[in-house]
């Protein structure tokens, strides 16, 4: 669906006003109302810590490392973790954060995935959480790829099993599309990106209007938002530290340099659609999809028409899954965009399972 560039121009300005110019402030379009106002810290002030722009001062569930590289002629350093099982199987998972998560958001996957006996290698991707916030870098996922190939030749992994969420599904597609003979098996948990988000009528929002929205993030929208969309409507206590993991960024010093990086990610995943490639992926696949799920980049600037048919991820992940060759699909009913972290205990038995049918010689 193509709109008049005038009609775009004055819909565009209207909603960034509308939606106080955040990205989190959208009303997490399929969920009711109820469901994200219900959190007795809905309405909380956005007192908290505040963190650097590489996350200074925010804990890691285990030590930090940096890999330094030089990239479009950038000095440029990507964090990770790496975690040695005490019982080795041979095999190591990769795992890959999704665009509002970090590294550090996995702690739960780490521990069960070390404690199966997989090597963990869990990155932050460049522009985000604890790696190098460039001011101008040609983001893409063919990059952020090329970025964690050359960390695990670092380490000598050659062969891995990656794993992606939200976000860093798209990029485990991408990663696992350039280099299919080092990927043995391809996890997607909720990955966006398996619609074509522009091509069904979202209109293009420009770096600078994303950079004004994430300059108003807030922890109150931050919690409204994960937990109408990340958690179907449910909230916990152990889901604040997240939601001051990113907060917590917008209040420190570094908040321009976090906005204007997360802007150009923003760009970079809505112009760079992942679903018209599912077919190449010739190695075992695993979708582990939460039906509650809603997420659709730039859906709470669409017209009502555009909202209503995006982001139906019961449907995406059937589609997803008959598109992809050797794709097992495990669907969570009644969880959302985070089941890893929502019903951690459903979720990592389905993919441990997951994991242990595929050989480890394969």
Not at 153 to 180: C, D, F, K, Q, W
Request: glycine residues 8%; neutral net charge; contains cysteine.
């Amino acid at each position: 669906m193509r709109l008049p560039s005038s009609f775009v121009a004055v819909a565009l300005s209207a909603c960034v006003a509308a939606v106080g110019a955040n990205a989190f402030a959208a009303d997490a379009a399929g969920a009711s109302a109820s469901a994200a106002t219900s959190s007795p810290n809905a309405a909380a002030s956005d007192d908290g810590p505040a963190y650097g722009p590489e996350l200074q001062g925010f804990n890691y569930p285990a030590p930090v490392r940096q890999f330094e590289f030089t990239s479009q002629g950038k000095a440029l350093h990507m964090a990770y973790m790496d975690i040695a099982p005490v019982h080795p199987n041979g095999r190591t998972a990769v795992l890959l954060h999704g665009k509002n998560f970090c590294a550090a958001t996995w702690e739960g996957t780490i521990e069960r995935l070390s404690a199966a006996g997989y090597r963990v290698v869990a990155p932050d991707q460049i522009g985000f959480c604890k790696s190098s916030k460039p001011q101008r870098y040609q983001f893409s996922f063919q990059q952020l790829a090329r970025n964690t190939h050359a960390l695990l030749e670092s380490l000598g992994v050659s062969n891995a099993t990656v794993i992606g969420h939200s976000t860093g599904g798209m990029l485990a597609i991408r990663y696992a599309l350039m280099y299919p003979a080092q990927t043995q098996q391809l996890v997607l948990v909720n990955p966006i990106g398996l619609e074509d988000w522009k091509a069904k009528g979202v209109p293009s929002l420009s770096v600078d209007q994303w950079y004004e929205r994430e300059l108003k993030t807030t922890a109150g929208g931050i919690r409204r938002y994960e937990q109408a969309t990340y958690y179907s409507g449910q909230w916990r206590s152990d889901f604040e530290p997240w939601v001051q993991m990113l907060a917590g960024m917008y209040r420190g010093l570094g908040k321009k340099e976090v906005a204007w990086d997360s802007a150009l990610l923003y760009d970079m995943i809505y112009t760079q659609p992942v679903v018209y490639e599912l077919g190449q992926l010739k190695m075992p696949a695993l979708l582990l999809i939460g039906d509650k799920d809603t997420t659709a980049i730039g859906k709470d600037a669409s017209p009502p028409d555009v909202r209503a048919k995006i982001g139906h991820y019961p449907e995406l992940a059937k589609l997803t899954a008959q598109a992809i060759p050797h794709a097992k699909l495990v669907e969570f009913a009644e969880l959302g965009h985070a089941p890893q972290m929502q019903d951690p205990q459903a979720f990592h038995k389905a993919l441990l399972d997951g994991l242990a049918a595929v050989p480890a010689d394969h």
